[in-house]
T-cell receptor, first 110, second 110 residues
Framework: GQQLNQSPQSMFIQEGEDVSMNCTSS?????WLWYKQDPGEGPVLLIA?????ELTSNGRLTAQFGITRKDSFLNISASIPSDVGIYFC??????????FGKGTRLHILP | KAGVTQTPRYLIKTRGQQVTLSCSPI?????VSWYQQTPGQGLQFLFE???????NKGNFPGRFSGRQFSNSRSEMNVSTLELGDSALYLC?????????FGPGTRLTVL
């Protein structure tokens, strides 16, 4: 079945650093989603990408389709402690059936 | 507006038993999806219900089943539990563009 390859699997950064993570697939998708999951909670949608080439921002978060539309990138600027968590990329195969990457676990060093 | 609620939050069962998990979607949402989250496999789609009908299904054995009631509340059932069924089970209800996740039910099978 369809798979999303997310990298890196985990990241250790200093507070204040910028973060970049990406997600690739073998197919073109017209919608890319980025979620964050905090411990003990369900994933929360951060950014939804619907238009190739557009940069979509949500505060310090920015996401973009890759050139081929087989990939997507998420950037976090000036990281803060509450950015810790697991970030998932996801795409809808059909309406309401979403597949997820394995996640990037973000750690922020004191 | 209340979010997606799931009950119970934690559950411990033994192998061979069966379990029923419950999900109440956001008021007005008619679609409910279920996902299984494990450290090894990540987030995997189980099934989706819309207006009391199963509309999409993932690749899980028949031991996993679900249903939806006329008030859009949904239940999922796992029969003959196996150790590998230990996971976080997430429910999501769908608005126009995105899915909103509940906090999940943590199932431990001993």
């Amino acid at each position: 079945g369809q798979q999303l390859n997310q990298s890196p699997q985990s990241m250790f950064i200093q507070e204040g650093e910028d973060v970049s993570m990406n997600c690739t697939s073998s197919s073109i998708f017209n919608t890319w989603l980025w979620y964050k999951q905090d411990p003990g909670e369900g994933p929360v949608l951060l950014i939804a990408l619907y238009k190739a080439g557009e940069l979509t921002s949500n505060g310090r978060l920015t996401a973009q389709f890759g050139i081929t539309r087989k990939d997507s990138f998420l950037n976090i600027s000036a990281s803060i402690p509450s950015d810790v968590g697991i970030y998932f990329c996801a795409v809808p195969l059909v309406r309401d059936k979403i597949i997820f990457g394995k996640g990037t676990r973000l750690h922020i060093l004191p | 507006k209340a979010g997606v609620t799931q009950t119970p939050r934690y559950l411990i069962k033994t192998r061979g038993q069966q379990v029923t998990l419950s999900c109440s979607p956001i008021s007005g949402h008619r679609s409910v999806s279920w996902y299984q989250q494990t450290p090894g496999q990540g987030l995997q789609f189980l099934f989706e219900y819309f207006s009391e009908t199963q509309r999409n299904k993932g690749n899980f054995p028949g031991r996993f089943s679900g249903r939806q009631f006329s008030n859009s509340r949904s239940e999922m059932n796992v029969s003959t539990l196996e150790l590998g069924d230990s996971a976080l089970y997430l429910c999501a209800s769908s608005g126009y563009h995105e899915q909103f996740f509940g906090p999940g039910t943590r199932l431990t099978v001993l």
